[in-house]
């Protein structure tokens, strides 16, 4: 069997249950609600798998699934050379946020990548420690930065109201997906002009292993073009 894993829950569930049903293949979950089974109508030989998005990555790159929808985002933080292990099938148009550099709207003279690392350097020698970012997405946000040439700060871990790390103290800037800014703006946050690290959207990859069936790349052929990517 090919597994699909797809998202538990929410709205990134039922847009990708949408997403098949609108090209002729039906997911569904079966048997109770708090029960993570799932059905696959429309085409055999696929078995549907339902995961945390966040686990989806690497079980793609492990083997246990072979495809799997996820953030753009998730896919790269999580795995080193992401591109060496999944490949994108199709981008489907729906989950869209964006990754980004914000730092206070107090500080009039930051707006750019070169302002934040002249602002690192200058916090450095004023307070004796490095500039603090708050963030989840360590992978990404540290290649972003060295590409840029920012320097003197320090990543602090963050996995909830990233936006209010700020505002409490305990960082001075911050990287984190955002959709409208509202929250950004609620707690006195400006984007840098050239602060966008990645635009993330749910994405169907598929895994790169090549212990593959003959009868999986056959069913995967197969619902490619049912499917029409």
């Known amino acids: 069997m090919l597994k699909l894993g797809v998202p538990s829950k929410g709205r990134l569930m039922e847009k990708t249950f949408d997403w098949f049903g609108s090209r002729g293949v039906t997911l569904r979950k079966s048997g109770l609600d708090r029960e993570y089974a ?14 945390s998005a966040g686990e989806i990555p690497r079980e793609l790159a492990s083997g246990n699934i072979h495809l799997g929808v996820t953030g753009s985002d998730l896919v790269r933080e999580k795995l080193a050379n992401w591109d060496s292990q999944v490949g994108e099938l199709a981008p ?6 964006d990754l980004i550099i914000a730092v206070p709207q107090a500080w009039v003279d930051v707006d750019t990548l070169d302002d934040l690392d002249a ?14 970012i708050a963030t989840k997405y360590h992978r990404l946000v540290r290649e972003f930065l060295r590409e840029h040439g920012v320097a003197d700060y320090q990543l ?4 909830g109201a990233t936006e209010g790390t700020v505002k409490n103290e305990t960082a001075e800037a911050i990287a984190d997906i955002t959709s409208t800014g509202d929250t950004l703006r609620a707690n ?3 984007v840098l ?3 966008l690290i990645h635009a993330s959207q749910a994405t169907l990859f598929r895994g790169r292993r090549k212990d593959w069936t003959d009868e999986q790349r056959k069913t995967l052929k197969t619902l490619q073009m049912i499917l029409g990517i």
């Open 38 to 51: 799932g059905a696959v109508e429309g085409i055999e030989g696929v078995e549907l798998v339902l995961l």
């Open 92 to 97: 489907m148009g729906f989950g869209g946020a």
């Open 119 to 132: 602002a690192a350097a200058a916090f450095r020698a004023k307070h004796g420690f490095r500039l603090r």
């Open 156 to 159: 602090i871990d963050s996995q």
């Open 188 to 190: 006195g946050l400006k």
């Open 193 to 195: 002009d050239d602060g």
